[in-house]
């Protein structure tokens, strides 16, 4: 592993831990004997100099908790997490539930903006994942790990990490909310939908323009329409599949001359007659007046040009690794990914890299699960070798089976919709639009409608988080959640062109519509000046 500065390389990891213990044990001696702090480097060599050549390797984990000791006696370290885990998806959760089990009691920040559960959260059927031989939809797959790791002592926050120092021990972690220190880290993070980059795209992004199917696909902009998806392996077929539930028809656009998909996918896309295939086809920019209406393309081979009329455009083309929070501090190959030794560690002790973010290869919910585990694993080994670990006991299981069956049948009980002989004003939440509309004609408070989709990942994310700003109001909001599946028209009547949408009404005016998944205090904000 590469030395950080000043310190001398050692050539095994194995007598590393063990100098760790050296040296913890050579200054914490000294500390009692002469009562002063202990620097470790020239003066401890001067000193000890049968010992200084192996003290001097990676002395920062031994010696920033001597120093904390001298400069802080009766700072504790409780408030010192074992680790941090960033990140949710398979690699996160999994690398939560294996911590949790271990009585390390991880702190999980799952993201929000960033992306909750990671890239299954935009995905339909999941057929690949052991254990599941009917299939699962990837956002019922990322709860049901969720709930596990929770069972097991996890602590979630539903936050996007904002920085990271690794600089100096312990680590410490910001989020939107909190900060917190660490002697451990396991980044997850995953990787983000690539973007075109035509020069049309910002001004028909979420217009006619997605990264998400399964997000927007139900949307009215794009119901009995035509639409084309950009790409040519695995997500890109998928979508395409997964909108002729919605579409019109469907055009697959393929840069090349083969598509890189399964075998498997490329005969359900082939064998499906509202699908049509395109290849050696990309995109120049799209065209439209308020939305898009289609496409300018052209043939890669021989460059003639072409437009294709179509409501909407869908990206399947690859993703990029979500390094920027750590780059310059872990070390990063050309395109971004973390590079790593022994499956999941970095060049920083202690910091681990799990799932998408390493991975250039294989990019399977399988793999980011299993180097999970790995990352978890080799946490609980580095802080039990640096005596660092602190166990923390189990939850009693019948309180957790009370609670999360309380919980369930809150939410089975909100599920339904309102109906004349059930709504009642009073309330604060409802559900559906004769809520909506009853709400619109006679409330004299705030109203914020949330758009869902049954099938969108984001919205399962911000469901919770905007049910928790609404109760901060209660007694001056109401508060109606509405299906576009469920009701269409108020979907369309609304302009709603995506999943999730958050719109506010009073007295009977639209007072805005924010698309997609912002941060709490954000909505907190255009609450409170309305209210």
Known sequence: KAPLSGEVPLVTVSAAHRTFRHCARAASARLNQRHER??????????????????????????????????????????????VVIGSGP???????????????????????????????????????????EGVTGPELMDRMRKQAERWGAEMYTEDVEHVDLSQRPFTIRSTDREVRAHSLIIATGATAKKLGIPSEQNFWSRGISACAICDGASPLFKNKVVAVVGGGDSALEEAV????????????VRGDKMRASKTMQDRVLDNKNITVHYNTAVEDVYGDDVMNGLHLYNTKTGEKFNLDAAGMFYGIGHQPNSKLIAGQVELDEMGYVKVSHGVSTNVPGVFAAGDLHDTEWRQAITAAGSGCMAALSVERFLTSNNLIREFKQKDREEEA???????????????????ESFDISRDKHKGQYALRK??????????????APTCGPCRSLKPIFNGVVEEFAG?????????EADPEIAEAAGVTGTPTV????????????PGVKQKREYREMISSNV
Do not use: W
């Not at 109401?478 to 299906?483: A, K, L, R, S, T």
């Open 476 to 484: 001056r909001i109401h508060f109606v959640e509405i299906d576009i």
């Open 91 to 133: 690699a996160g959760y999994t690398a939560a539930i294996y911590a949790a089990r271990a009585n390390l009691k991880p702190v999980v920040f799952e993201g929000l903006q960033n992306g909750k559960g990671g890239q299954l959260m935009g995905t339909t059927e999941v057929e690949n994942f052991p254990g599941f031989p």
């Open 503 to 514: 719109q506010f009404f009073k007295e009977k005016a639209r007072l805005s519509s924010v």
């Open 38 to 83: 202990v620097v470790f480097g020239a003066r401890f060599a001067s000193k000890h100099s049968s010992v200084a050549p192996v003290c001097a390797y990676k002395p920062t984990i031994a010696a920033a908790m001597v120093e904390e000791r001298v400069s802080s006696p009766t700072q504790s370290q409780t408030d010192v997490e074992n680790v």
């Open 242 to 253: 997964y909108l002729t539930k919605y579409t019109k028809h469907v055009h697959l656009l």
């Open 439 to 452: 709400l619109y004609h006679e409330s004299d408070r705030l109203i914020a409608v949330l758009y869902t």
């Open 402 to 420: 009370s609670h999360q069956a309380s919980s369930s049948n809150g939410q089975k009980a909100a599920a339904s919709g309102d109906t004349p």
